[in-house]
């Protein structure tokens, strides 16, 4: 495995991009907001995978979807498995050279969207707020997927100029860092040379890009069940094995862990299910945590005391615990010959006014996973936050965004992509 | 206040009584089956209290159903209030006389029965299982409402020979000891003179009665509900106020309180929910506490401390707490005379050929609450035991009875009814 | 090996036994009040141990004292071991028979003794109360050692008229029920026919003798220290693995082990102690555990639980659990054929005017593991209480008892002893 | 209230204390070894008192200790209350000026030094290691105190130069952050106008000060007790209040709270003290709690959530909480002008080659209460790290120092004293 040197930029190409983006404004804007009107929840993503794969199928990309996308190991499925969910879209050059992912998420949120007019709330006011009860874009993916479809049209439309492979990585279930890990295990990152990841908003105001964002929180989520055995609670308390008594210790213990020397360490048990009626001594019991650290290692040194925790905890009330892994996420900064390039391609591009220098997100995010993957073999990964102005914070039920970052971000993602295909 | 004094037999009206009882067997058989096809949850009895109030109103009897029956305070009902349940027959006999009241419990059990033929379960077997998914007559009150129809009809039928009132009680939500409160608090047991209730199987063998049952439980069911503050579970835990924490602790106190010297203290915490996200301040808790004892003295013993456990881990952590009552029964023995009074009724009804004494019954059960409400003003109050064989424990998916125990039933308590009446 | 037969009374013999414990009494009475005020605490004996060996070796008994007695495994005995304590005095008499044993109890209480004049405590008032501060015969033991001296006197005085041997069988640190496993494991019991052991008091009253007692609680008493790590509690908590928070937890959970259908279930941790200074994590801490049941067959299933919530626990957070057996003792009746013999008995003694039929006395005795390892290997075992007037309950410092039991308990349990050794 | 000015530092006069401290040296060594030698616990510091003030009052120093010192209140003394411990001394000059405090400590700690030759441990090699067994002057207090020694020297020397008063506060038990509060509140501050507060080591290496450290945590130390009543475990455990419970609950909803997105939160339970007897219900605990944060800000929002803990778990257990505050500290930075103004005088005076800044010190210490109140009345105050190389930890057996820095530390700190009183 060799270590991929970044091409320089070629401004005429960069600034070539750029227009081209300025140009399909309008058309990005329809695509965000028919997804917009049309969210689904992780893992149900159909509709929107449908969607989005149909689009670039028509440009000569060639689409996988489903399993061969997301194999069958699947943190925090359903227990009846997801949806036919997840698209891996190639565009394969004539000439040889090297290849470029970018990746964009699918899903929305359980979030009910304003959806009455005076509220001042514009999908609203304008008739494209979401179709289905109780589930919104309400952080920004119907953006994010607008911006890969633009790129890809652009890419498709200079089709001789290029060399390589450009892959869009369609990716189910990022709400709960949850969809990632799949794609990667099903090697999707394993041959890529330039991975660019972004995302909009998260406080960067319109007009400012940030390059080197830190703060990517480690994070582990896992859903827990503590088996044991039921009995008349007044008859023979004796013959039961209380699940529930289990995970209330269990909750207590956990919550002590999170005391550290080390920074962001925070451990939450965030939710409990147990129990069938009053009179019977509760034989299943189900809750969640959630693990965070800053640094990936104290996320690491954490995980087995919290697994001991929960091990320990189920023998001592003779309890079978069930523990699986539904979230993941890792900490992130951008290598410095990264940023320094992307620097370079932004200052040609124009598209962004202003850079803002180690913004501090202060999020998990799943691409993470992805970033160390192709680092981890030698490629070169960046995750930029693509500024936007927002009316209304993320995960709110007026979210919405400054619909300028469209044609901004592909000009600036689409010049990145075409720099590296382009230098053949 | 006067107290009542119980008539003696006349040995030739309970003969009558047990000869009609055994001739309407058939239509005591067809009226289980059809409640048995048709079971209803507790507070939702709405169309089993439409069928047996339309049966005796065509008796001639004066029919009362829901608000006058139950009131509004009624515990555990759903938060939308129960479906129009709850019924109080009351035919009045042309002379001044006693008022005598019988109890039938009108719900079933959420329980999916056997449904499938080949399993040697007779309703299935017959075609007259429940036909309503998920819910099931699994204790017998099918057979006790068919009881009190039966009582209904024989009375009905001379009344030219009775004074005085036959009431029927019928209650709604007998299962989690919830609806017997609302009627009591209604005042139905105000002037009642002599009180009558019952139940069949209970480990009691076809053929054979239980005059003077014990070991019924007194019990308190307390739904709780914590409440704090939210907050992001990563940013800022500080700030929410965790009512999980709360919850596991107040569980694991809870169950400490039940060592003790007295007999038969539980303390239950039977199920739990909370939280909604996995990076959430989990701010709201529910669970359900149950608690028992032999004796009701040391139930009000342990009350308070139940009360103090609770609502000062709330304040421990912060939260506040919502405790309310939605379930209780207390202990209970049939009082001497009334005893020696129902074996004179048994032996000239010859309907059971064995009695079985202090009979240790181990359950809850809330028409306790309407004995002690009726022997508080001087009224004579009972609770029998009326043996049938079971296939099948209370409470399973095979669970079906001895259908004999109908018509003898119906000797036995309405020789009771008719001694009381026919007496003036 | 057979089954021991008991010898039919000799009534003669049981008179003149009788007599001579009559005129002996004030020499109980001097033995005892020198005991009383030279106590010393359980496993501490050495004076005590001393007294009755020398007296006993007086007249004539084989005596071992220390290991061969106790041996190097003494339950609850502090780190650097017992005082030389315990004492086996052996009688051989020339005839070859049965080898009888009878058990007396070494220790007293950490308990300050009332020591002045006026507050109407006879041992003060007249000065014979303990010169020991912080320490006292508040339980009887005392008096059991006097009884067992009384025996040893007046058997030694007519050794050419027995056969066989008398084995008595001086006891340290019955308090705890510590005591009697060591001497068990020994192997003292192994071949003893007939085992006699008695408690003074206990309710009884004066005058009165429980020959077939009941109640006797199974129990096994715990000492668990938990070792963790210390860190500082500022800098790095996180590498500190700590003991207390398990031991709450262990706590928590093993109070929640009580709720039980079955009778006399307990579980206390009675005590704890843990930390060295607010700033560490604590990195040990002791608790010592009780556990009870009315039969040792729910102890025996109450054990295991409660082992795997201590060593579960442990492993939860990271720590190694250290769990020492530091007291136990069993459940026991007397067999029938026994009690009916000691009747008979009693009846040509006549030293008790009355006897109490199934006395429960309600607490936990280590006699009772010799009791059954007397009967495991078919010898006869039977476990009495002498009844004596108490001026103030066992363990006050008031405590005090009506010395005319010794006299009746000499001519009691010596006369059995004398039918058993008198019968070759 | 007016501002205090800093005068500008007189040169000569810092070269000249410089010279004095230098002639002293040997003095210094030989009051820091005699003091080492024999050390004292806190609020036990008995002789250490007497020892400095009767140096000091043979300088011409008005003398005050016990009592007017520290007054009744003093925070986690011993039950029977401090011995007479503390000191005032003060010197009035002739000429009325400002007034300048120093701050010494006179407390050892609970540690056995190393005492055997051969170990490389200077104290015991040269024979003044600790004469006290099991407590050692391990943090440098006695190095404190010989530098308060020093500058009363040669500020009384150079007496008709000077103007106002010198005030040296010997302070009980620093250790815990126990004894500043007493002097406060005994209102020993209130007319300061020039505070300085110093300590030695602390990682800061020899010729090296720190004159604006920050990283003082501000920390609470609460001693709890809860009582409850005992019960006998096995006859009647429901009657007892079980306070070992209680304290468990705290505990473990204690160490939940410090998980918090401010800095520095902790929250530990250090210790635990319960019960008597396996066989009682504890009726007492007592535990040990110590919070800290790095903004004083956050431990006062953290403190009323720590209160309601302790108060609410006791109410749900039915308990009396006692709470006892028995330590605290401050955060603290020194001011600007305060800075600017030490770096001047520590520049005439040369005794420390290099400066370090905003040395992250990373403890708590009470000297802070001390600061803040001057502070609060308009006067000047620092605190300030004087560098010494450390053969071992603070707190450790083998604990020494590089005497070197008593010199400078006289030097340093007296020609700032000096410069103040020398203004006038």
Request: aromatic share 10%; glycine share 12%.
């Given at each position: 495995m060799t270590t991929v040197t970044l091409p320089a930029p070629n401004p005429a190409l960069v600034r070539s991009v750029a227009e081209q983006a300025q140009a399909l404004t309008p058309q990005l804007v329809q695509w965000r907001r028919h997804l917009h009107a049309h969210p689904e929840l992780g893992w149900q993503e159909a509709a929107t995978t449908a969607y989005v794969a149909r689009h670039v199928e028509a440009l000569g990309f060639d689409i996988k979807t489903g399993a061969p996308v997301?194999?069958?190991?699947?943190?925090?499925?359903p227990a009846e498995g997801p949806a036919h969910t997840g698209c891996i879209a190639e565009l394969h050059f004539d000439r040889p050279g090297p290849t470029v992912a970018i990746r964009a998420d699918l899903d929305a949120l359980p979030i009910h969207e304003v959806d009455t007019q005076g509220q001042g709330h514009r999908p609203a006011e304008e008739g494209w707020?979401?179709?289905?009860?109780?589930?919104?874009?309400?952080?920004g993916h119907d953006g994010h997927l607008a911006i890969a479809l633009g790129i890809a049209q652009i890419m498709a439309a200079q089709k001789a100029l290029l060399c390589g492979t450009l892959r869009l990585i369609f990716q189910p279930a990022e709400e709960g860092t949850r969809g990632a890990r799949a794609i990667v295990e099903q090697g999707?990152?394993?041959?890529?040379?330039v991975f660019l990841g972004f995302h909009i908003g998260l406080g960067v105001p319109s007009d400012t890009v940030a390059l080197?964002?830190?703060?990517?929180l480690a994070t582990r989520k896992y859903s827990v069940t503590y088996h044991g055995a039921p009995a008349h609670a007044g008859r023979a308390p004796e013959t039961g094995r209380n699940a529930l008594l289990g995970a209330c210790q269990a909750t207590l213990g956990l919550h002590a862990l999170a005391q550290s020397g080390q920074p962001g360490i925070r451990v939450n048990v965030g939710t409990m299910h147990a129990g069938q009626a009053l009179n019977i001594v509760p034989d299943e019991a189900r809750f969640g945590v959630e693990l965070r650290a800053e640094r990936q290692h104290d996320l690491d040194a954490l995980d087995p005391r919290v697994q001991a925790l929960i091990t320990g905890t189920a023998a001592a009330h003779q309890l079978e615990a069930d523990i699986r892994l539904i979230g993941e996420a890792r900490d992130w900064e951008n290598p410095a010959d990264m940023v320094a390039w992307a620097r370079e391609v932004a200052q040609c591009s124009g598209a962004f006014r202003d850079t803002v220098s180690r913004?501090?997100?202060r999020v998990s995010e799943d691409a993470t996973l992805m970033t160390h993957a192709v680092a981890a073999r030698g490629g070169k990964a960046a995750y930029m936050v693509l500024g936007a102005d927002l009316p209304s914070g993320h995960h709110t039920a007026e979210f919405d965004f400054d619909e300028g970052v469209l044609g901004k971000g592909v000009a600036l993602v689409g010049g990145m992509v075409g720099v590296v295909l382009g230098a053949g």
């Open positions: 997301i194999g069958s190991k699947t943190l925090g499925a707020h979401s179709q289905h009860t109780g589930v919104m874009h309400a952080c999707w990152l394993d041959d890529v040379d080197d964002p830190v703060g990517f913004y501090d997100v």
